[in-house]
């Protein structure tokens, strides 16, 4: 955003200037701020922060994991060890991300309320539904809805540079010329960004879980033997901590 906001303010400014000097100079000056912030935004969200912040996430939904299989009686937390378990567990959590406790200096955690899952059952309907219904199939479509946003600004940003480039060569507009860069820039700071939030993959990666799921509950038998609810609670986080590593993945790649 800094950049196109540099981009439109300076061009902006070029052809103010001969006719209003006060405002020319005050749009030169806001595109000098716009791409002067541009590296200080960019330092922020640089490569070992994202890192960083992915393995805090990474850390957090393993945690969510272990309390909703506990809570759930599954898996090892079946008989008399289960709390000693899950707090063996956590432990080793915390141990493994202990390099980035700096992170949470000054923030006060929010209390909530443990989840009303007892049993497997409990644990289909306000985890595995509520993720389905709740999280998974919303954000399916709303990254859907973004790549549509992008794919309708790139064709109208297209369309107007073409405008833009057919008048100034055909009526020789000095100032149209100017305009098409910026659309050009526009564009392509649009698609840049796109391409790096991952809209499209998001999309992808929503969609499949969610089908994941659905099918595993769809395929849930609930007369199953111990074995069976265990089998289906694991498979459940699975589906769940694959996306979350992909995702993370994604975002750690570059």
Same mark, same amino acid.
């Given at each position: 955003?800094?950049?196109?906001?540099?981009?439109?303010?300076?061009?902006?400014?070029? =052809?103010?200037?001969?006719?209003?000097?006060?405002?020319?100079?005050?749009?030169?000056?806001?595109?000098?701020?716009? *791409?002067?912030?541009?590296?200080?935004?960019?330092?922020?969200?640089?490569?070992?922060?994202? $890192?960083?912040? /992915?393995?805090?996430?990474?850390?957090?939904?393993?945690?969510?994991?272990?309390?909703?299989?506990? &809570?759930?009686?599954?898996?090892?937390?079946?008989? #008399?060890?289960?709390?000693?378990?899950?707090?063996?567990?956590? !432990?080793?959590?915390?141990?493994?991300?202990?390099?980035?406790?700096?992170y949470l200096?000054g923030i006060? #955690?929010?209390?909530?309320?443990? #989840?009303?899952?007892?049993?497997?059952?409990?644990?289909? !309907?306000?985890?595995?539904?509520?993720?389905? !219904?709740?999280?998974?199939? #919303?954000?399916?479509?709303?990254?859907?809805?973004k790549v549509?946003?992008? =794919?309708? %600004?790139?064709?109208?940003?297209?369309? /107007?540079?073409? %405008? &833009?480039?057919?008048?100034?060569?055909?009526?020789?507009?000095?100032?149209?010329?100017?305009?098409? *860069?910026?659309?050009?820039?526009?564009?392509?700071?649009?698609?840049?960004?796109?391409?790096?939030?991952?809209?499209?993959?998001?999309?992808?990666?929503?969609?499949?879980?969610?089908?994941?799921? !659905?099918?595993? &509950?769809?395929? $849930?038998?609930?007369?199953?033997?111990?074995?069976?609810?265990?089998?289906?609670?694991?498979?459940?986080?699975?589906?769940?901590? %694959? =996306?979350?590593?992909?995702?993370?993945?994604?975002?750690?790649?570059?």
């Amino acid at each position: 955003m800094l950049g196109i906001a540099a981009a439109v303010l300076g061009t902006a400014s070029s =052809q103010v200037m001969s006719w209003n000097g006060m405002a020319g100079k005050a749009l030169a000056f806001g595109a000098a701020v716009a *791409a002067g912030l541009v590296p200080i935004a960019a330092k922020g969200a640089g490569p070992r922060r994202t $890192r960083d912040w /992915t393995r805090l996430r990474s850390v957090s939904e393993a945690v969510k994991k272990e309390t909703y299989t506990f &809570l759930a009686q599954a898996g090892p937390y079946r008989g #008399p060890n289960a709390e000693s378990e899950l707090v063996a567990r956590i !432990d080793r959590l915390r141990a493994s991300a202990s390099d980035l406790t700096r992170y949470l200096a000054g923030i006060a #955690p929010v209390r909530r309320a443990v #989840p009303a899952v007892y049993d497997v059952d409990s644990y289909a !309907d306000l985890r595995v539904k509520a993720q389905l !219904d709740g999280y998974y199939r #919303p954000k399916a479509v709303e990254m859907a809805r973004k790549v549509a946003v992008v =794919q309708r %600004i790139e064709t109208v940003l297209g369309i /107007t540079g073409a %405008i &833009l480039g057919a008048v100034s060569g055909v009526f020789g507009v000095e100032q149209a010329s100017a305009w098409v *860069a910026v659309a050009a820039t526009v564009a392509a700071a649009v698609t840049a960004h796109a391409a790096a939030v991952k809209y499209g993959y998001q999309e992808l990666e929503f969609t499949r879980t969610a089908e994941e799921l !659905d099918r595993l &509950l769809l395929g $849930r038998s609930t007369a199953g033997s111990p074995a069976d609810e265990d089998a289906f609670v694991g498979q459940c986080e699975h589906v769940i901590s %694959i =996306q979350n590593e992909a995702w993370m993945a994604a975002w750690t790649a570059e």
